[in-house]
């Protein structure tokens, strides 16, 4: 349907597909000079060194890549208790030409990094791919990494068409019996796993891996979540941090519920342009009026939540995966722009084929109904043990009503989606807070000016909580930047990997 591969967002995509949040900044105070970290040895028994003295035993599997196996320990406090397994591919560079490996991660949290390096295509240039070895690995807990499993595809069906605006008791009930059951399903069905998914455990991981692949220090390719997981590794490992590009930058200080309600401002924002710019399109069919356009798209969405439509596949079509195609297609300009065009060109006369279909791509089901990974658990697993808040019923019942007045397209829906953490079965054991990662070489921040799912503040405000983060500026629409269309981010970037050079200062303009 898509050929791209889109980075994917934080979220808690409670119920639906998506999460969000505001830009809150916290500064770190001035006066209070960050105290060194402790090493690993002094942090961790000695027997992690175990894990640390690993060989990984290259296999090819097929299409120019290697695979391997890396085994961490499932808790860093009690190293030799047990141990779970990380799948891990690599694409070598020609060997004259390497200059060490370059590990990516697509974001999520739950995207798989293995899809991600086998795509790489279509996610790097041919400097990088030809000057690098490109290193993929699905994080504990997710694609093929002692995957945290839940719900039956049934199950998640019913869970991500559940109606999320619920606006009497009987859809409340209905809303808090998903978010039960899929909290319930992950500790039932994944005992072990569900309770160590936190990205200060797989920053450590990915520790090991550095080690395991020969490298000093590790170079970093890292988009949306995959900006908090390595500005997290940054802050653990500050001396290992050899070149590491953050692009669609996480804000660290950030609440579930402030990262919420960001995205939900955001996502109007880009509906907003994305309508402005639907005005100069030939195939455009809304209302060139930017507020009567996003009415026609807010109209379909009210219809759908009262009287659903209907699928050939026998699926009724709800408001619910109306947002998921709708907001799925916000991501990506490029691509997404001109496919929720078509789509809206038939929704709006309700025929939801197309938009059907770009909701299942987004939330990865295939077309006999299946899921092809288990992104839509693993976000959960990870966000709910990252950060402790709960927000109970009638703070969310406030919350919705509040988010409503500044984003009325999508903050209902994202008011809901962090009352999924309320019920996991597993204390949060991580917190916000700022990341300095002092020490460290040069960290570029890469932020989207009009970006949705991780909006431009967070990458401000994440470049200056690090010690020696630099802002690279995309002046222009869709979530990340990097080999997104803009030829001034891709060479500013390509040169930082290359030679090391920071682009301190730049705002690129170019794209599509």
């Excluded at 889109?6 to 999460?19: K, R, S, V």
């Excluded at 175990?50 to 296999?59: I, S």
């Excluded at 690995?137 to 039956?152: A, E, I, Q, W, Y």
Aim: with cysteine.
């Amino acid at each position: 349907m898509k050929n791209r591969l889109l980075p994917l967002a934080l979220g808690i995509i409670a119920i639906t597909a998506a999460l969000a949040a505001l830009i809150n900044l916290t500064k770190p105070p001035q006066q209070v000079k960050p105290k060194p970290k402790p090493s690993l040895s002094e942090t961790f028994p000695v027997s992690l060194s175990y894990f640390y003295k690993q060989h990984l035993v290259w296999k090819d599997c097929s299409d120019g890549f290697d695979c391997a196996k890396l085994e961490v320990p499932l808790d860093y406090r009690q190293p030799a208790k047990a141990s779970i397994y990380l799948q891990v591919v690599r694409h070598k560079a020609p060997a004259e030409l390497t200059r060490g490996s370059l590990v990516v991660n697509p974001g999520g949290p739950g995207g798989s990094g293995i899809e991600y390096a086998r795509n790489i295509d279509y996610i790097m240039t041919n400097t990088l791919k030809n000057n690098f070895d490109v290193v993929g690995f699905d994080p504990r807990g997710v694609g093929s990494s002692n995957p945290v499993k839940c719900l039956t595809d049934k199950q998640l069906d019913q869970v991500l068409a559940a109606d999320q605006s619920p606006d009497n008791a009987t859809e409340v009930a209905q809303f808090v019996d998903y978010a039960k059951l899929l909290a319930n399903e992950c500790a039932k069905k994944s005992p072990a796993i569900f309770k160590f998914m936190d990205t200060i455990s797989a920053a450590r991981d990915i520790d090991i891996l550095r080690q395991t692949l020969g490298d000093e220090k590790l170079n970093w390719f890292g988009k949306s979540y995959g900006t908090f997981l390595g500005a997290t590794y940054a802050d653990l490992f500050p001396h290992k941090v050899g070149r590491m590009m953050l692009d669609g930058a996480i804000d660290p200080t950030l609440s579930n519920e402030k990262l919420s309600y960001g995205q939900a401002v955001a996502f109007d924002i880009a509906l907003r342009r994305f309508v402005a710019d639907c005005a100069t399109q030939s195939d455009c069919p809304l209302n060139h009026d930017v507020n009567r356009g996003v009415a026609q798209v807010a109209d379909m969405l009210d219809r759908l939540d009262s009287n659903p439509g209907k699928l050939d596949d026998g699926r009724k079509f709800t408001q619910a995966m109306a947002l998921t195609g709708v907001l799925g297609n916000l991501y990506d300009k490029l691509y997404g722009w001109p496919e929720l065009r078509s789509a809206l060109l038939t929704a709006l006369d309700g025929d939801y084929a197309t938009l059907a279909a770009s909701a299942d791509f987004y939330v990865s089901r295939d077309s006999e109904g299946h899921y092809t990974d288990n992104g839509n658990e693993a976000i959960y697993a990870v966000n709910c043990v990252d950060r402790p808040d709960r927000a109970t019923i009638s703070q969310t019942q406030l919350l919705a009503k509040k988010w409503n007045h500044v984003a009325p397209v999508f903050g209902i829906s994202l008011a809901w989606s962090n009352l999924g953490c309320t019920y996991w079965q597993a204390p949060a054991t991580g917190k916000p807070g700022p990341i300095h990662a002092a020490g460290s070489s040069k960290i570029v921040v890469v932020g989207t000016r009009y970006d949705p799912a991780t909006p431009y503040a967070w990458a401000k405000a994440l470049t200056k909580q690090l010690k020696n983060g630099v802002l690279l500026t995309f002046d222009g629409d869709g979530h990340t930047a990097y080999f997104q269309g803009s030829d001034c981010v891709d060479r500013y970037i390509d040169q930082y990997f290359l030679i090391g050079r920071a682009p301190t200062g730049v705002t690129c303009t170019d794209g599509p």
